[in-house]
């Protein structure tokens, strides 16, 4: 009885400590950091949106700025480990006082507690992690004090139709899609642009164009330069809606997509920074796909514009998880009224990944490079999703300080003793024959480089290419890794060739 | 005064040279140790088989080549400013290296198309035998042209001539194709091989003699052709050997290092500055050395500055190069003023 007493007796001392929970609903709160340089933009004077639901508190904070790419809700040493859950972010519209808007990265930041300080580390562009303390306090029902209410972070979308929901995704965190009645889609990307769709039949609402671009389905005569979307549209049986592509023939190593350009249904029109706008204007082309590499090349973009046709940046290789790339595919269901499709095929690559998951890891170390014409050794960086999906089945990349690849070139040229002393004992070698030339011997790997003879791998025969497909092969991330895990696991002794790697003889 | 000052600077030179590779053995982004550096390098002590190997196979070839074609650029860069009588005259604007591109991007393209290989021992060729097809072109053109104007403009429409036929193959090359030509571009040591050092010296040195032997009618030329006629000087004939050393030193650089900018004009200005003088007996050793201790240091940055990146040498050379010899020129006038 005494101690059923205490216990009470604690609750009724801890209870105004540790704050009543929130009834479910919208507040306003303040979020409160130990950086100046880790704040809430200006215009919401320190403040976030919190939502309760179920219990669960989520605050959504807009930042300054599109620095900040990632939190994590932890230790910063934690955020880069395999299975590590980030927080990705929005481009969020914010309108100063004096009616300036700009975009800002926001983020919907789950809150354990209020009134106390907890762990948020974050990255930005340089690709470096670091830690910080964060704290939500003092939460006011949304629209009782001056702050920013449910909208004042992102302009009205609804464009008077009625939100139906919202498209459920596991990785993908670089776009989303918003359903509304009638069969309207908003679909968003994290680099701010909208596109709204559509249906085949209906009229545009009102206002769209003035914050999104339309696109009427059905979408046929697209122009594909983004090479690692055509394995998507392949996956989904619609080569039929590409009628113009960014690579020859002879660059395809999707089978169907060759075939196609060389019966003449998918024409060449140009490599993304020369495209033919003659023949894309005369194919009556509603929508370019360009990877992000457009970002170099803006004064295309902005002539294709011109043009009316809508220009959207595939930009699935800014996804931090490596299914978030594949998970793209129910982008481009959406765009083509195969979410189902889309659906079926992800769930099948997510299933890889589960059944990996399940699995010890191997902890094998893994060497991934080529070695170029010149003789030089090219590697991925350490926070690519290659040396991911490397860690999700199990190995352990071994060159695990060579930085994170966002916003910089996703391949390294190594200093050779480094790679050297880094990689000589290597249990597995995976030579990366997607660039570099097709090899099938062991011998002709190392006549590129000499030293390579005294590896470990070479020596115990566990020297593994590529097949050249592998950067196209978007859609089977999660079967690659299972691949992987397979090469790491030991029941590979015998084999010789697994889906998207062969061992060399 | 020219005598006195000789006797500083060579002796600086080699001493220098000496330093900085011994300081390009000590240094790299894997710490050895001096005791086992000395044990290696002396007493053949493998041990250590990594440290052995770091050593012998990667570190000792790349300073040695380094220092070899270091020297052999800035040589042809001297050659070149003599012969064009031009200071900002450099050993590629006789279209060398744009005709080392060009065939590599012709033998690339074909090589990637018929045998899906690009072997590094085929860049070496195909850049050399590009380099000598572009000199072998100039050549022809030096021995019916009088004017050292009109051959130095003839060089740099031949580099722009294989330049523009290198833009046109690459609309038409695969994307590996050009990843190889971009990286070949910017220039490196960083595959350098014993191989490479054996058959570099074997063009190189043999070439730095006949240089150095041919100093004497150098300097009778620098002095004008008329002067140099008059002590028995085959003017047609000691051109075709000056543009032919050049390309051959140059065009070994091409194929084993790839173009490597800055050197071959500001080396041969910081020696001459050095030395105040433009005698070719004493520059030719002069801007071999200063090129060889140049290029050795610039290696030593573009493989440790952030490690393990590594720059390509050509980002080293022209950032430290460049405010070199920008000081040297001011120092140099403001001395003359006072």
């Known amino acids: 009885m005494k101690r059923i007493a205490f216990f009470c007796f604690i609750v009724i001392i801890c209870f105004p400590v540790l704050g009543a929970p929130l009834k479910d609903g919208v507040y306003t709160a303040d979020f409160s950091t130990d950086s100046s340089m880790f704040h809430v933009n200006e215009a919401y004077n320190g403040k976030g949106l919190l939502t309760v639901k179920n ?42 006082s004096d009616g300036f808007t700009e975009k800002a990265h926001g983020f919907d930041i789950p809150v354990p507690y209020l009134d106390k300080e907890f762990d948020c580390a974050l990255v930005g562009k340089k690709g470096k992690w670091y830690d910080h303390k964060v704290s939500v306090s003092n939460p006011v029902p949304s629209g009782k004090e001056s702050g920013i209410t449910a909208d004042a972070s992102k302009p009205d979308l609804s464009f008077g139709l009625k939100a139906t929901g919202r498209m459920k995704l596991d990785y993908a965190n670089q776009f989303s899609v918003d359903y509304y009645e009638g069969g309207y889609k908003l679909i968003s990307l994290a680099d701010g642009s909208r596109f709204f769709i559509v249906p085949e039949g209906k009229r545009l609402p009102d206002g769209v164009s003035k914050s999104a671009v339309p696109l009427y389905q059905p979408i046929k005569n697209i122009y594909l330069a983004a090479t690692s979307a055509m394995c998507l549209f392949d996956s989904l049986d619609r080569l039929d809606a590409i009628k113009l592509s960014g690579a020859k023939a002879e660059g395809w190593y999707i089978p169907k997509a060759r075939t196609a350009m060389e019966e003449g249904k998918i024409l060449f029109a140009g490599k993304y920074n020369a495209p033919d706008y003659e023949l894309i204007t005369a194919s009556r082309c509603p929508l370019a796909v360009e990877s992000t590499m457009i970002g170099h090349a803006l004064n295309i973009k902005k002539q294709l514009e011109q043009l009316d046709i809508a220009v959207l940046v595939d930009q699935s290789g800014h996804e931090v998880h490596p299914l978030g790339r594949s998970e793209w595919i129910k982008l481009y269901g959406a765009l083509l009224n195969e979410e189902e499709k889309a659906d079926a095929v992800f769930s099948e690559q997510a299933g890889y990944l589960d059944s990996v998951k399940n699995s010890t890891p191997s902890e094998k170390r893994v060497a991934f490079f080529y070695v170029n014409s010149s ?19 199990g190995g352990k990349y071994i060159f695990d300080n060579l930085g994170d690849d966002s916003g910089r070139m996703a391949t390294v040229s190594l200093e050779p003793e480094f790679f050297y002393s880094q990689a000589k004992d290597a249990d597995i070698i995976i030579y990366n024959a997607t660039i570099a030339d097709e090899i099938h011997f062991v011998s002709q790997m190392v006549g590129k480089s000499p030293l390579l003879a005294d590896f470990k791998a070479v020596k115990t025969g566990n020297v593994w290419c590529t097949n050249k497909n592998m950067y196209q092969e978007t859609t089977a991330l999660g079967q690659m890794i299972n691949s992987l895990h397979k090469i790491f696991s030991d029941s590979t002794a015998d084999v010789s060739e697994l889906p998207f790697f062969y061992r060399l003889k | 005064m020219s005598r006195i000052r000789s006797c500083i600077v060579f002796p600086l030179f080699l001493v220098l040279l000496l330093a900085a590779v011994i300081l390009s053995i000590h240094i790299g982004s894997v710490s050895i140790s001096a005791k086992d550096i000395v044990d290696i390098l002396f007493k053949g002590d493998r041990s250590n088989s990594v440290a052995y190997n770091i050593i012998w196979k990667i570190r000792l070839p790349r300073i040695v080549l380094a220092s070899l074609l270091g020297g052999a650029l800035s040589l042809s860069g001297f050659l070149i400013q003599t012969f064009f009588r031009n200071p900002i005259a450099g050993p590629f604007v006789l279209g060398i290296s744009s005709g080392a591109k060009l065939f590599l991007a012709i033998t690339t393209i074909i090589m990637t198309g018929l045998f899906n ?36 403009v003839i060089g740099i429409m031949i580099s722009y001539i294989c330049s523009a036929i290198t833009d046109l193959l690459i609309n038409f090359a695969n994307d ?14 960083s595959a350098a091989t014993w191989q490479d050092v054996y058959i570099s010296a074997f063009i190189v040195l043999p070439t730095l003699l006949i240089v150095f032997f041919a100093s004497k009618p150098m300097g009778a030329y620098l002095m004008g052709e008329g002067y140099a006629k008059s002590l028995g000087v085959n003017i047609r004939a000691f051109r075709v050997l000056l543009v032919l ?94």
Request: with cysteine.
């Open chain 2, 176 to 189: 590996s194709d050009i990843v190889n030509l971009t990286h070949w571009s910017m220039g490196s040591f």
């Open chain 1, 55 to 96: 219990g669960k508190m989520t605050i959504h904070v807009t930042m300054p700025s599109k620095q900040i790419l990632n939190l994590f809700r932890g230790k910063a040493a934690d955020a880069t480990s395999p299975g590590a859950v980030l927080i990705g972010h929005t481009v969020d519209t914010v309108t100063h």
């Open chain 2, 245 to 338: 050393m050049t390309g051959i030193l140059s065009s070994c650089v091409a194929a084993f290092a790839g173009p490597i900018s800055f050197v071959g004009i500001a080396v041969p200005h910081i020696s001459r500055l050095l030395l105040k003088t433009s005698k070719p007996i004493l520059m030719i050793p002069a801007s071999f050395l200063c090129g060889a201790l140049f290029c050795v240091l610039c290696d030593l940055g573009a493989r440790t500055l952030f490690s393990p990146t590594e720059l390509s040498i050509s980002t080293v050379t022209s950032a430290i190069g460049a405010p070199i010899v920008i000081w040297l020129l001011i120092s140099r006038r403001r001395r003359n003023e006072d």
């Open chain 2, 117 to 152: 290989q690009m072997p590094v021992s085929v860049t070496v060729i195909a850049s050399f035998v590009g380099s000598l097809l572009s000199l072998l072109l100039v050549l022809l053109f030096t021995g019916k042209v009088r004017s050292m104007s009109i051959l130095l």
């Open chain 1, 375 to 393: 003789g030089k050794i090219i590697a991925r960086r350490s926070g690519d999703y290659v040396s991911r999906m490397i860690a999700l089945a």
